[in-house]
């Protein structure tokens, strides 16, 4: 039987992406709709 868990590597990711989002982008999500612009350090910090 296959299994579609994350294994702890997969699930390792996807909480650093979580908190990523959660604490940096929503932080900066409003002053970018604003602006219409992207902050680079933040791009920078998520690539």
Request: aromatic share 8%; proline share 4%.
């Amino acid at each position: 039987m296959y299994s579609f868990e994350p294994n702890e590597e997969q699930q390792m990711l996807i909480d650093a992406v979580g908190k990523y989002a959660a604490n940096d982008l929503r932080a900066a999500a409003h002053d970018a709709e604003e602006s219409r612009e992207l902050p680079r350090k933040l791009i920078g910090k998520g690539w």
